[in-house]
């Protein structure tokens, strides 16, 4: 048993009660990033790590994040440290100021100590297109299954216990994905909650700082330091920041579940159904009530391609400041349109071009009514849809991903419903910006399965609470590949 | 919607500026046969044409300016810090004019 096999709370205890320093958990947190055999990291940051945590000597008994080693997710800002997205297009670039959230985190005194693989610059939800290569899913050590994206190298970070908590960015589901592929809890607060200044934008209208844990509690705690108003964003919320740990423990009694029935159909996996119908047994045990919704199939098979055009289309806009001339490799050229053409042609992987490319095509004049103000159109109404359901409910539940992790290479139908509907539907809390948390549901063979909750705007503390009945009916708190489980389901 | 061949795609690439070789071309437009189907989802859901289109998740709740104070965010060296091409304190370029 190591102290980092522990969650935040506990290891908070056991920091103010000096029976382990910040040095000594950065120090072992170092030895086993080293030690990461799933390519989860872009740069170990040992001498920082080290230098930062041996200046913390007087414990702060009221906040639980001193002294706390964390992973970032290689899209945030960090002052005088290499940050490229994972991307050949910024390699060498180093940015001058820190992102809002490694601010805040740094004011608290959590130790950074590494930055984490991603797929290039969030685009992609395998784990597999960063330009260090694939990151591996730790529960899996023959390394023939997804980790899960974008943000793989902070899942496996949380899920190897090298940190109990790492931060990430959830455009579509690149946070909850993950989380439900590597058995962890994964939380994207409601849109404008946490600051995004210094997180290299996506897709703006989509794009969440999001981020891993291992326990319900762990992420109640972790919003209370990340969210709050930034002048430096200007579409960070004024709303006052809540005590969200603070009605965890007072269960789901009155509280209103509803389930979506096209997702639930489109889901194949017969364990997958059994366990969360388990699940709706064992909340309606305490109180909750439980009722399946239809949304509509048409509105949700179209997630999926409404996700992708919006989000290629501002993934062109926004990356087009990616020239090699301010920062970036710079390749040369007779003009500056080589230089351009040629830092962009050799930064960008296959993929990435491929989605600026569809972007393009879907901005194009001659389509942009077809395509891109057609996306904006259905995602006026699939959010519509869903504000309709949060009207009469307090929350969604769903399984989070169809099955367990996929093999590499294992193909899939995409124009089924388990493809458009089952497996994409967690863009849903994107579109509407609302509250969304994944929680491990069940382990099946060995390999962890998730469920969703997605609540209404701004009620992340209800969020918390009816996560944290779920966590207590399925026994696992605190999962990980190191500390595995059974359940209770 | 334009039709989609293998040159309309290597336009958009050349907007993009960025070059596809043929065997990026050649993928890429595979994919888009079933982008297509997948984009016909969207035409397919009542009244989608009758929505207003939606931007961002909520309306920003900002309504005031922020006080009008001088800083100095970024010094030159600063600025110039990323570049990789850099000469008597600024970015060089190839000729652009003459």
């Not at chain 1, 799933?38 to 230098?51: G, H, S, T």
């Not at chain 1, 050799?346 to 989605?355: A, E, V």
């Not at chain 1, 809390?429 to 209404?456: D, H, K, Q, Y």
């Not at chain 2, 961002?56 to 100095?72: G, I, K, M, Q, Y």
Request: net charge negative; proline share 4%; charged share 25%.
């Amino acid at each position: 048993m190591s102290y980092l096999d522990l969650s935040i709370s506990e290891l908070h205890e056991a920091l103010v009660a000096k029976k382990v320093t910040p040095l000594e958990l950065a120090q072992e947190a170092l030895a086993r990033a080293k030690a990461d055999n799933n390519n989860a990291f872009e740069l170990i940051l040992e001498d920082e790590a080290l230098a930062f945590a041996s200046t913390l000597t007087e414990p702060e008994a009221d906040n639980p994040f001193w002294g706390i080693p964390f992973v970032a997710k290689d899209n945030f800002s960090t002052k005088g440290i290499e940050t490229t997205a994972s991307s050949n297009v910024l390699k060498g670039y180093v940015p001058l100021f820190d992102a809002a959230v490694i601010e805040r985190l740094k004011a608290k005194k959590a130790v950074l100590i590494a930055k984490a693989t991603m797929d290039e610059l969030a685009m992609g939800g395998t784990g597999t297109t960063g330009h260090k290569g694939i990151t591996y899913n730790p529960w899996d050590p023959k390394h023939t299954r997804l980790c899960g994206g974008s943000s793989c190298g902070s899942a496996v970070s949380v899920a190897a216990n090298i940190v109990p908590f790492s931060l990430g960015s959830d455009t579509g589901d690149s946070v909850r994905k993950p989380a439900s592929l590597n058995g962890l809890v994964g939380m994207k607060p409601t849109w404008g909650r946490i600051s995004r200044y210094g997180l290299f934008p996506f897709a703006p209208s989509l794009d969440h700082v999001a981020y891993f844990t291992r326990s319900v509690k762990d992420s109640a705690l972790a919003l209370n330091l990340l969210a709050g108003r930034d002048e430096r964003d200007a579409t960070s919320s004024l709303r006052p920041v809540e005590a969200y740990e603070s009605s965890l423990e007072e269960g789901v009694k009155g509280k209103k579940f509803a389930v979506i029935k096209e997702i639930i159909d489109s889901t194949s996996d017969k364990e997958v159904l059994a366990k969360f119908n388990a699940s709706l047994e064992a909340l309606k045990k305490e109180g909750a009530e439980v009722e399946i919704v239809s949304f509509g199939e048409r509105l949700l098979e179209s997630i999926y391609a409404t996700y992708f055009v919006i989000s290629c289309a501002e993934a062109t806009s926004n990356d087009a400041n990616l020239d090699g001339i301010k920062f970036g490799p710079y390749y040369g050229g007779k003009s500056y349109q080589e230089v351009m053409m040629n830092a962009r042609t050799k930064g960008f992987s296959k993929l990435i071009k491929r989605r600026f490319v569809i972007g393009s095509f879907s901005l194009m004049a001659e389509n942009q009514d077809e395509l891109f103000r057609r996306a904006q159109r259905a995602r006026s109404l699939i959010v519509s849809r869903t504000n309709e359901i949060l009207a009469d409910f307090d929350y969604i539940y769903v399984p989070a991903a169809p099955s367990v992790a996929r093999e590499f290479g294992a193909t899939s139908d995409k124009l089924s419903n388990e493809y458009l509907i089952a497996d994409n539907h967690l863009a849903l809390g994107n579109f509407a910006g609302l509250p969304s948390i994944t929680v491990p549901l069940f382990l099946e063979n060995g390999l962890p399965v998730g469920v969703n909750l997605m609540g209404r705007a701004f009620e992340e503390k209800s969020l918390f609470q009816g996560a944290r009945a779920i966590e207590k009916i399925t026994g696992l708190e605190n999962l990980s590949a190191v500390n595995k489980k059974e359940g209770t389901l | 919607m334009k039709e989609i061949s293998l040159e309309v795609l290597q336009d958009a690439a050349h907007r993009l500026m960025f070059e596809l070789s043929d065997e990026e071309l050649k993928t890429l437009y595979e994919e888009f046969q079933t982008l297509k189907k997948q984009m016909e989802t969207i035409g397919k859901i009542e009244g989608v044409d009758e929505a207003e289109p939606m931007t961002f998740p909520f309306a920003c709740e900002n309504s005031f300016l922020r006080e009008d104070v001088a800083e100095t965010p970024l010094d030159r060296d600063e600025a110039l810090k990323n570049a990789g091409n850099v000469q008597d304190g600024q970015i060089k370029l190839p000729k652009v004019v003459g």
